[in-house]
Nanobody, 124 residues
Framework: QVQLAESGGGLVQAGGSLRLSCAAS????????MGWFRQAPGKEREFVST????????LYSDSVKGRFTISRDNAKNTVFLQMNSLKPEDTAVYYC?????????????????WGQGTPITVSS
């Protein structure tokens, strides 16, 4: 059974930083692209970032580019999202997702496993 467990969310002031972690089990983590998405209240779930199987390729949404960094540790089956210079508009539930392929994708429907999400609130 595939499980993705996010951690690291919470309340932070604008300008602050948080680091999210997603621990994966039940899948061949080292051969899968991983992604982070977020969903704010009343909005669609949107793409944030993705990383290829070996970390060689990363992509970011325009809204987080330059502030967020995705990385992975295949030895620990974990993907990370370092979030700096946080803004109130970053407030959302953040979800980790695993793709069925090794290569990056920004499309939500191309991910087949999802975590339960971790909430982040950025206060102004």
């Amino acid at each position: 059974q595939v499980q993705l467990a996010e951690s690291g969310g919470g309340l932070v002031q604008a300008g602050g930083s948080l680091r999210l972690s997603c621990a994966a089990s039940g899948l061949t983590f080292g051969s899968k692209a991983m992604g982070w998405f977020r969903q704010a209240p009343g909005k669609e779930r949107e793409f944030v970032s993705t990383i290829s199987w070996n970390g060689g390729r990363t992509l970011y949404s325009d809204s987080v580019k330059g502030r967020f960094t995705i990385s992975r540790d295949n030895a620990k089956n974990t993907v990370f999202l370092q979030m700096n210079s946080l803004k109130p508009e970053d407030t959302a539930v953040y979800y980790c997702a695993a793709a069925p392929t090794a290569y990056t994708t920004t499309y939500r429907d191309q991910y087949n496993y999802w975590g339960q999400g971790t909430p982040i609130t950025v206060s102004s």
